[in-house]
């Protein structure tokens, strides 16, 4: 039944993004793994793991474009969540590494044995099991975000205010992270990862498994996310979004429908922290830095905001931008994606997707009228 539900809501855009994600997810690794190396077909090992990192950043706008574009919440802090769901990820990678670091210790990381500590910390425990580790994935963002919702929704914080708390909340929390008594690695972070489920963590099999997992994500993700929105709740979340008053003065509990939408937007960038690390091999307090949530909201609006398709295309189409630039032309990238944030405000308020469908929609008209002009000319006498 609930499957059936979701592909009801797939319009004809959702289905081209689904079936390319799936291609993608197939053929890279592929080309990766099966196509000799001196072929021109051949992916390289380091472009699958580029590649799969720009799907964990695609992941991110996507949770974003969920409470943004959907819900109205302009969030400046969602970075938070997604370096919670990387830390949690490269505890269990920690854990994972035993007598094989520097130092040979079987239980302690590396950095703990550096600084003196005796034992492991009681938030450590467990995190040599995936499964636990998966589950802190979801649950150190989803719980974080469902207590600073339940304050900040009950007392109808909204607008730039919550915009606002979000910033300094994500700030605090690279304040924290960077103690060295903390016990996440201070400014080095986590690192020096050796292996992932027992594979090696740099072997090509490896990354090319490791691309599969965030293009599966990003699609169940998006199926979620579409499945939301194309719902009842959905409908409420659009209402809060446009006349946040008017749906309260309808008997609506706001703060309820702010507050489920708003966790599984923290639990969905968890997810995509979490894939992310093994693919760079880092994850450092960083990653918390505000200016990482205020790009993603670029990316989101670059896209094009409530199309969710959108937020993942501008992730992409950002980052790989970012990534030629930072190589041709490094002096010039910040500027550049400043310009692009200017001109897509002021000459593109729906983003790269809204300029698509505009010029769609002009072509599809252009044959009526044609077809129209014509019939109306005077037919020559016989």
């Not at 319009?11 to 689904?18: H, K, L, P, S, V």
């Not at 210790?105 to 467990?126: A, I, R, S, T």
């Amino acid at each position: 039944m609930m499957t059936s539900f979701l592909f009801r809501t797939l319009d004809a855009r959702a289905g081209i993004f689904i079936g390319l994600m799936l291609a993608a997810v197939v053929l890279v690794p592929a080309l990766n793994l099966l196509v000799p190396e001196g072929s021109t077909f051949h992916v390289p090992t380091y472009a699958v793991t580029l590649m799969g990192k720009y799907l964990t950043y695609a992941l991110l706008a996507l949770s974003v474009d969920l409470v943004w574009g959907y819900c109205g919440i302009l969030s400046l802090g969602h970075g938070a969540f997604f370096a919670l769901g990387g830390y949690a990820m490269g505890m269990y990678l920690m854990r994972q590494i035993g007598t094989r670091g520097v130092y040979g210790d079987p239980v302690l990381p590396d950095f703990m044995v550096f600084l003196n500590w005796k034992e492991l910390p009681w938030y450590w425990y467990g995190f040599d099991m995936f499964p636990f580790a998966a589950l802190m994935v979801l649950l150190a963002p989803g719980i974080l975000a469902f207590v600073f919702g339940w304050f900040a929704f009950r007392s109808r914080v909204t607008g730039v205010y919550l915009s606002i708390i979000t910033q300094a909340l994500t700030y605090a929390l690279l304040l924290a992270f960077f103690r060295n008594d903390m016990g996440f690695g201070g400014n080095n972070g986590l690192t020096d990862f050796k292996d992932i489920f027992g594979f090696d963590i740099q072997a090509g099999t490896t990354r090319a498994g490791l691309f599969a997992a965030s293009g599966l994500a990003l699609v169940v993700c998006f199926l979620i996310c579409r499945a939301v929105t194309r719902s009842k709740l959905g409908k409420v979340l659009v209402a809060v979004r446009d006349a946040e008053s008017r749906t309260r003065f309808l008997g609506y509990r706001v703060e309820h429908y702010k507050l489920f939408v708003w966790t599984l937007s923290a639990m969905m960038a968890g997810i995509a922290g979490a894939l992310y690390v093994p693919q760079v091999g880092i994850i450092n307090p960083g990653e918390f830095a505000p200016a990482n949530s205020i790009e993603v909201v670029i990316w989101v609006a670059v896209g094009g905001r409530g199309t969710l398709v959108g937020a993942v295309l501008g992730a992409i189409l950002v980052n790989f931008s970012k990534t030629w630039f930072t190589a041709a032309l490094p002096e010039i990238w910040l500027f550049a994606l400043g310009g692009l944030f200017v001109v897509v405000t002021l000459f593109l308020p729906k983003g790269l997707l809204g300029l698509m469908d505009k010029g769609w929609s002009a072509v599809r008209r252009r044959p009526a009228k044609d077809t129209a002009a014509h019939r109306a000319e005077p037919q020559p006498a016989e």
